[in-house]
Nanobody, 114 residues
């Protein structure tokens, strides 16, 4: 079992920045990939960014150049640095950890005001 605890969400103005954190605990040695998803009201959940334990990352086209995912293996924590935020980035952001199954965090709200 893997437990995920997210933090760092909040309300920010257009063009602002936020950093989300996700701390993993439990059976962390089996984690191969960690990722951030988001779900806006009335929309489907979408992948924002993912990163392997080796540091290989991928991003959704909508966030490329604005968001950066990173991982600190010593702390079993993954981060999502979000800059140049737009109202369309408003969503609940979820952290995931992938082993033989996928674990989800409880989600953290990000709201961007115009």
């Amino acid at each position: 079992q893997v437990q995920l605890v997210e933090s760092g969400g909040g309300l920010v103005q257009l063009g602002g920045s936020l950093r989300l954190s996700c701390a993993a605990s439990g059976s962390i040695f089996g984690i191969s990939v960690m990722a951030w998803y988001r779900q806006a009201a009335g929309k489907q959940r979408e992948l924002v960014a993912s990163i392997t334990r080796g540091g290989t990352s991928n991003y959704a086209d909508s966030v490329k150049g604005r968001f950066t995912i990173s991982i600190d293996n010593t702390k079993s924590t993954v981060y999502l640095q979000m800059t140049s935020l737009k109202p369309e980035d408003t969503a609940v952001y979820y952290c995931t950890a992938h082993t033989s199954r996928t674990y989800w965090g409880q989600g953290t709200q990000v709201a961007v005001s115009s």
